[in-house]
């Protein structure tokens, strides 16, 4: 398994709050992304990031932002939690530096739920 | 809008049988293929890469590639029922469009 983790992996919060997700990997990967993932949408991309403090926005980015301080660590973090960010939240690291080298792998996933 | 259609199944095939899954996708430039297996609860994990057309094995799996109809395949031989999974087919470079999967069933 790639070295990717996730924290929490499960977590339940109320409606307003404000709650951070965390990706670490131990790959030194250049590329790290934010998915969520649910029923009849699949996996969309929310940010991912192309080195240290280099992001952008992916296909489903309002309401939440990210950082990347370090290489190792991506953050998401949702500013006011609602209740249409139910979902699981996938983290994935890619080479990405050339085409043969764009396999992006999964963390374990986190299921946050917003009541 | 880059698009990856699948069909959302279940494909049901039985023990031993060859399942062949499908996958169109838009964006005609794409360069890199993926096809991904999906335990329920679990996360994404790669089961094949292609990036050029024609066909690529590996173990009881080949994946097809044809860039000029748009349509990436996956075949997978001598299916068990530890292969009931869904599968993701994703394409792109950097940023990857994934397909909705499509559930497989293989019965004993």
């Known amino acids: 398994d790639a070295g990717i983790t996730q924290s929490p992996r499960h977590k339940v919060t109320e409606t307003g709050t404000p709650v951070t997700l965390r990706c670490h990997q131990t790959?030194?990967?250049?590329?790290m992304y934010w998915y969520r993932q649910d029923p009849g949408h699949g996996l969309r991309l929310i940010h991912y990031?192309?080195?240290?403090?280099?992001?952008d926005k992916g296909e489903v980015s309002d309401g939440y932002s990210v950082s990347r301080s370090k290489t190792e660590d991506f953050l998401l973090t949702l500013e006011s939690a609602t209740s249409s960010q139910t979902s699981v939240y996938f983290c994935?690291?890619?080479?990405?530096?050339?085409?043969?080298?764009?396999?992006?792998?999964f963390g374990p996933g986190t299921r946050l739920t917003v009541l | 809008q880059k698009e990856v259609e699948q069909n959302s199944g279940p494909l049901s095939v039985p023990e031993g049988a060859i399942a062949s899954l499908n996958c169109t996708y838009s964006?005609?430039?794409?360069?890199?293929f993926f096809w991904y297996r999906q335990y329920s609860g679990k996360s994404p994990e790669l089961i094949m890469s292609?990036?050029?057309?024609g066909d690529k094995e590996d173990g009881r799996f080949t994946a097809q590639l044809n860039k000029a109809s748009q349509y990436v395949s996956l075949l997978i031989r001598d299916s068990q029922p530890s292969d009931s999974a869904t599968y993701l087919c994703?394409?792109?470079?950097?940023?990857?469009?994934f397909g909705t999967g499509t559930r497989l069933l293989v019965s004993p």
């Open positions: 292609i990036y050029s057309n």
């Open positions: 990031s192309y080195g240290v403090k280099d992001t």
């Open positions: 964006d005609r430039g794409s360069q890199s």
């Open positions: 994935a690291i890619s080479e990405g530096t050339s085409v043969m080298a764009d396999t992006q792998y």
């Open positions: 790959e030194n990967h250049r590329y």
């Open positions: 994703a394409v792109g470079f950097q940023k990857l469009v």
